[in-house]
């Protein structure tokens, strides 16, 4: 009987002061919060920005396993499992769907990618200060146009009697319909958006690339480096971190290609390789009212993204011995 009361008066003991501790914790936790009101202050509106248009939306995820009916709202729907996703898996348009979205994906973070890299390590060459400031200045002027612009710029150049189809007739070439070939749209799209955003994703690596210690550049310029060895071996490496971080990034939302751009350059004749996830997520779940079905296929579409995330993440941890976490 002692064993027993001591073993229980050691718990009650070990449980008060777990308590005390939490409280302890809590109180300290509090007070910092008092001390830096000002600060969350500040971060209030991000944090309340991504609870209501990113957290909150995710309760009407369920939908994808109900059929969803208007009228019954969210909890009164019937529960169906993984139909919609079966369903998807198994129509005509999966696999075309799957190609072009990864196609256009991979294809944009292999061209759009290293292009801003290379832009910042030719800017750091620039010893012409107002030179410098020119080139940024039309480099950046892109990304502040809105994809309705760029796409309606694009159309321009490429239609039947454009500027592009003027120079190749001028060279004795057959003109191009470019929007309606399936063939050209990849491509199109790709480039359009190299030059709508290669300034703008510039200004990070610039901003790393400035942080280099001047005095390894001076130190290999003494030992007689080439400026292409000291770009090769003091400025790549600098910023190589900052590359993996955003490489990771970029990965994981290869499957993530942008509907408002494909949606504006998408007609009847080039449906084979501008149609996308993004696009077909529009027209089952807006135009068809497919609700369910089009949240299963959006939330099948961000499970690959997240998957991808965490497999570049650990490869480039790896690899590199540098990730997100």
């Known amino acids: 009987m002692t064993n027993v009361s001591e073993n229980v008066a050691v718990k009650t003991l070990k449980s008060e002061e777990k308590k005390e501790a939490k409280r302890k914790a809590r109180s300290k936790w509090w007070k910092s919060v008092w001390r830096n009101w000002e600060l969350y202050v500040l971060l209030s509106p991000v944090i309340l920005y991504f609870l209501v248009f990113h957290y909150f939306p995710l309760y009407g995820l369920q939908i994808a396993f109900k059929d969803f009916i208007a009228s019954k709202g969210i909890l009164g729907s019937p529960w169906v499992g993984f139909k919609h996703f079966e369903r998807f898996f198994n129509s005509y348009y999966f696999w075309r769907l799957i190609k072009n979205t990864i196609g256009i994906g991979v294809f944009t973070l292999a061209v759009s990618f290293p292009v801003p890299i290379i832009i910042a390590l030719m800017l750091n060459e620039v010893k012409s200060l107002r030179y410098k400031k020119f080139v940024q200045t039309v480099i950046y002027a892109p990304h502040f146009l809105s994809t309705v612009v760029v796409v309606g710029m694009l ?14 007739r001028l060279f004795g070439g ?3 319909d470019f929007i309606s070939e399936p063939s050209w749209f ?5 480039f359009s958006d190299v030059w709508q955003t290669m300034g703008w994703s510039s200004i990070i690596y610039i901003a790393a690339l400035a942080a280099v210690d001047p005095a390894q550049h001076e130190a290999a310029m003494i030992d007689g480096a080439s400026r292409l060895q000291r770009i090769l071996h003091i400025n790549i490496p600098a910023i ?3 590359i993996v971080i955003l490489f990771i990034l970029n990965a994981g939302s290869v499957m993530a ?3 408002e751009k494909v949606y504006l350059m998408q007609n009847d004749l080039n449906m084979s390789a501008s149609d996308v996830i993004s696009t077909f997520v529009y027209r089952s779940g807006i135009l068809e009212a497919q609700y369910s079905f089009s949240a299963a296929v959006g939330l099948f579409n961000s499970i690959i993204n997240f998957i991808m995330l965490l497999m570049v993440n650990q490869f480039a941890k790896k690899v590199n011995e540098t990730s997100l976490w």
């Open 186 to 190: 990849k491509s199109l799209y790709v």
């Open 240 to 242: 190589m971190p900052t």
């Open 155 to 168: 159309l321009l150049f490429v239609k039947t009697d454009g500027m592009i189809n003027q120079l190749i």
């Open 257 to 259: 290609v942008g509907f």
């Open 174 to 176: 057959t003109p191009i």
